[in-house]
């Protein structure tokens, strides 16, 4: 199978060995970048901030290098590209466009302003004064909608952006996909709010941190996250980073009084690390050697984390020694509890506290919130009523406070609209592939059978190893039949949750 | 004070715009090294290695450049030039010469040749096979010869490869300074090793990490190593790394059954950071934000170590605390008998684990067969022989294996020569700091009082905040009135153990 892709030419080329040097000064730049962030001392950040952006500058420098212009156009020129170099072509020419459509002036300017935004935000989200964000917000937006002028749009302005994070993506098919989700997921959230609530009051049960760090290291094994590759350590916020294929780390969080935070967050990370792993090695250290998109590596992560570590069969894998780890006073809970407090539905007002069911709301919110700031449609004063609103028509709940509300995340005031829709692609996408898989391997089967690296081998073959040769469409069609298809995560939903709420 | 010192001048200039790019792209090699050595996944060292070794030959290519002669130049043929500006051309001066004298493809065969001979020399080591490593050894020395015959030398060429490590180092000064040492410490040992010995046994008691891990802390706190400025972290060997006063951090090891081991590298380590952090501000990521020499560091390593670290004094201030981490079982010894292990001397084989006395004597070694070399007076084949024969005149005892002789350090299959005298000599200017400290200040109430800032205050105003602006010779006559003077090493070392052994 491999032997379809072969590096040898794509190698020898130009855009090879700039791209190589992007690639090594970057990883200098992700260092600094990840030691900042798990347990640096504070009194050098200036220093090693500076350190890591001018390496990311020198790093820039060749991606807008008239020699890397000349690079890609000379390839372009070239006909019968093995799959490899075109993939590499493709991929440079258009992050070759997106960089030097703007001028740099431009670039600096809305640079400097998100890094203020930034500070202003955090300001304003503890003061819950959402007019001292407010023009920081109104100069974002003005700033996007500038870069779409230069960079032009297909359909509508908003495309643009939405294409960033997932190639190919446009209003008209999020509108078809979050209206599929509203016509299940709101009604059906409203029948669960009606229906018998579950009990998942131990979860906020005191954990010490070394039990949580004991449940982490047996979550990895039995995920087979490859230790030698890769490893676990702690931030304030959990990510994953790191090297591609080569090495790819993660990070978590422990809270005393919630070790599901802990667990859901190491699984979830370790499925966006088994895809960086998991690529063929004719692309290691490539630019190719990276997820193909944002939704894609979300459709990891939520498979990990919903699909294998919400299911009744993980449960089961790891209930003794989970009971182990936590101590004799915790055997009185059967594993059916803690199957279902993992899947406890309910309205909430954080995003990222939400459940697997609730969490597409939030994202929906913003999704139509955004689609509105750019269609013209509504002014940044309007937003807090605006969200308030749409909370109360989706979740049934309003936000009592804009920090709770439209005050709550940071990817606005860090420059960052069209990033959102990819969360709700990636539980989508998973849904998508457990579709496809039921029909080949039994998933559930080889969970209880402690085997899930055979879940991994499977999608491994089907999206891992192809990093970012194949764009997202075409990688879904060749192994699901079909483009992004919002059908059956609705079905996957429905059929979860009445089971878990006695609905039927 | 810090009105003499002022960089206003220096920022403007184009020699600190280049040693500014190499500093800020040293910082990214920098922490891609220190991640290796502290906990890093295997699997991605390769990688990682590669952007290490790229980010360094881009500052490579900068301290090399065109621009590096002219802005050197520019300087050097102004006149009047403040401290600051002056100090930072003569070091870019140095340091462009020795990199610009030998040709760009003799360093990389170098470099290929000690990456290589590294590996042969860890496996001969292990076999106790100096026959595979010796045209290794060979090879390097030439290397050398050649380096030196494209640098030039005043007097002797093993001169040239002295003040690499120490700025005016000559075989003259140390054949005085060796001269004293062996004078003085040869028949003391003899003499100690036929007085009643120092019972030591409890100090291979099992200490577990955790306990070890508190230790670290109370000496960190006593000694006021600023944690927001650096960190304490693990790794095989101890070192000290980071980015000059903005941040230094450092390493250690535990061993179950060495609680010591860990403790004096924590202090000793902790000297080279508090050097490190306590520059002037006006030199801060500059090119004179260092230290002068290695001797100079070591200095202040062994200050610390020793001269604090293993004072009866320090003992007194850190024993209940230390009990306390120790556990009940630990109360039965005295405080005087942990000083007066801390203090053992005898004759050992293996330099890194020689106490205070016979450390020296181990350097010695090293030099007289180093400077051998140089004179062409011995071949590769005669050194174990040679290198036994001089650990039975000065030690006393003869190395049953070259594992546990000739083949023992790394510096060699590295490339260093001329670096092992800088150990000793830090020995020596810490006694002469000592010398000159006593008069001014009270260091062993100062120890008594928990008060040891105070004694780094005072080393910061006379040697810390200097970093690189004076050369180490200036630096020492300015506030103990002389160059390097063996005596007070001699005389601090007959006082110490003639008390310790009661041999008066």
């Known amino acids: 199978m491999s032997q379809l892709y072969d590096s040898t030419f794509f190698k020898t080329t130009k855009l090879f060995e700039l791209t190589d040097r992007i690639f090594l000064l970057s990883c200098g730049a992700t260092m600094l970048s990840f030691d900042a962030v798990t347990g640096a001392p504070k009194g050098g950040s200036a220093v090693r901030g500076r350190a890591e952006a001018y390496i990311a500058a020198e790093a820039f420098k060749i991606a807008v290098s008239d020699e890397m212009r000349a690079a890609i156009e000379e390839l372009e020129a070239l006909e019968n590209l093995d799959a490899i170099t075109a993939a590499a072509v493709r991929q440079a020419r258009r992050e070759y466009d997106s960089r030097c459509k703007i001028p740099v002036h431009i670039m600096r300017e809305f640079s400097e302003l998100t890094t203020e935004a930034n500070h202003v935000w955090e300001d304003a989200k503890v003061a819950n004064d959402f007019k001292a964000f407010a023009p920081y917000l109104a100069r974002i937006i003005d700033y996007n909608k500038t870069f779409i002028d230069y960079r032009g749009y297909t359909g509508v302005p908003y495309n643009t952006l939405l294409d960033d994070y997932e190639l190919g993506m ?209 002014s940044v004063d309007e937003l807090p009523e605006l969200w308030n609103a749409k909370y109360k028509e989706y979740l049934g709940i309003t936000p009592p406070t804009d920090t709770v509300g439209v005050l709550q995340d940071t990817h606005w005031s860090g420059g960052s609209f069209g990033y959102f829709p990819s969360y709700s692609l990636g539980n989508a996408y998973a849904a998508q592939i457990l579709n496809t898989m039921n029909k080949e391997i039994d998933l559930e089967a080889l969970i209880r059978a402690d085997k899930i690296s055979e879940i991994t081998t499977w999608l491994g073959e089907k999206i891992h190893k192809f990093g970012k040769i194949k764009p997202p469409a075409q990688l879904f069609t060749d192994f699901t039949g079909e483009d992004l298809n919002a059908e059956h995560y609705v079905k996957y939903l429905n059929n979860k949750f009445e089971g878990l709420y006695n609905l039927k």
């Open 170 to 378: 446009t209003t008209d098919k999020l509108d078809i996909f979050f209206g599929t989700l509203k016509n299940t997921i709101v009604p059906l959230l409203k029948r669960i709010t009606e229906a018998e609530q579950i009990d998942d009051s131990f979860v906020t049960r005191y954990v010490p941190k070394d039990k949580q760090k004991a449940i982490s290291e047996l979550l990895m094994n039995k995920l087979g996250y490859d230790r030698n590759r890769g490893q676990l350590r702690e931030s304030a916020h959990p990510f994953t980073t790191g090297f591609g294929s080569a090495e790819t780390r993660i990070t978590t969080h422990y809270y005393d009084q919630s070790f599901f935070y802990s667990m859901y967050s190491v699984i979830h990370e370790t499925g966006h690390a088994l895809y960086e792993l998991g690529k063929m090695p004719e692309i290691a250290s490539t630019m190719l050697d990276d997820g193909v998109s944002m939704g894609v590596h979300e459709s990891q992560s939520r498979f990990y984390e919903n699909v294998i570590g919400r299911s009744r069969a993980f449960w089961e894998l790891i209930y003794d020694e989970l009971i182990a780890i936590l101590g004799d006073e915790w055997k009185g809970i059967p594993v059916e509890s803690f199957y279902r407090a993992a899947n406890k539905a309910e309205p909430s007002f954080i995003r990222t506290e939400a459940d697997e069911l609730t969490y597409s709301l939030h994202i929906m919110v913003r999704y139509e919130i955004e689609k509105a700031i750019f269609a013209g449609g509504v």
